[in-house]
């Protein structure tokens, strides 16, 4: 069973701040996404990494792949309080045809205006 | 595109009742996931399905689970007899055969067996 940890669990911050959130597991993925989920409402997806060592940018938000392709980060610059929420990592099965992600257990950051 | 319809939104039902969720899927999408979230355990597989078949259902935490997918834009997951312990919110995603494509959820079920 593939795993993923994320950290830290909870995160609350003022407006303005930076933070960085990470994703990690002893397992290959072939590819590794972020999601966002406010409440009452299902996850939506942020950003797909594919490549080792792939950095992506999404205005304030900036995501990597590690070059192993075993861990992730995203990190917030600037935060404002409509980024609070659930940030989900998932990774994609490094072989094989399975097609389920595995889900890490979530960061939940407040941002405080 | 309306995205994944879950149905309904609430449920609070009484221990030992049946209880039916719902899910439509993105028309195209040929991937249909069910997932429980929880604060103790976060969001779990339960089930999923490819062309209407079910493909894994390791997931599902006991018989009183089941889940059918009888056509491609129409899914149920089943509750019989429920019990508090099932409370959670039930959330039904849909996806492509593109890896990276990623998954959309709806907005979930919310149930609660008193």
């Known amino acids: 069973t593939q795993l993923l940890e994320q950290s830290p669990q909870f995160l609350s911050i003022q407006e303005g701040e930076n933070l960085t959130v990470y994703c990690n597991s002893s397992?290959?993925?072939?590819?590794l996404q972020w999601y966002r989920q406010e409440p009452g409402e299902g996850p939506v997806l942020l950003v797909t990494?594919?490549?080792?060592?792939e950095v992506k940018k999404l205005k304030r938000l900036t995501f990597q792949f590690g070059d192993a392709r075993k861990d992730s980060s995203l990190h917030i610059t600037a935060a404002q309080p409509g980024d609070t929420g659930l940030y989900l990592c998932a990774g994609a099965p490094g072989s094989g045809s399975a097609r389920q992600l595995t889900f890490g257990s979530g960061t939940q950051l407040t941002v405080l205006p | 595109d309306a995205g994944v319809i879950q149905s309904p939104r609430h449920e609070v039902t009484e221990m030992g009742q049946e209880v039916t969720l719902r899910c439509k899927p993105i028309s195209g999408h040929d991937y249909l996931f069910w997932y429980r979230q929880t604060m103790m355990r976060g969001l779990e597989l339960l089930i999923y399905f490819n062309n209407n078949v079910p493909i894994d259902d390791s997931g599902m935490p006991e018989d009183r689970f089941s889940a059918k997918m009888p056509n491609a834009s129409f899914s149920t997951l089943k509750i019989q007899p429920s019990e508090p312990r099932d409370s959670a919110v039930y959330f039904c995603?849909?996806?492509?055969?593109?890896?990276?494509?990623?998954?959309?959820f709806g907005s979930g079920t919310r149930l609660t067996v008193v």
């Open positions: 990494v594919v490549t080792g060592g």
């Open positions: 995603a849909s996806s492509t055969q593109t890896v990276n494509y990623g998954y959309t």
């Open positions: 397992s290959v993925f072939s590819s």
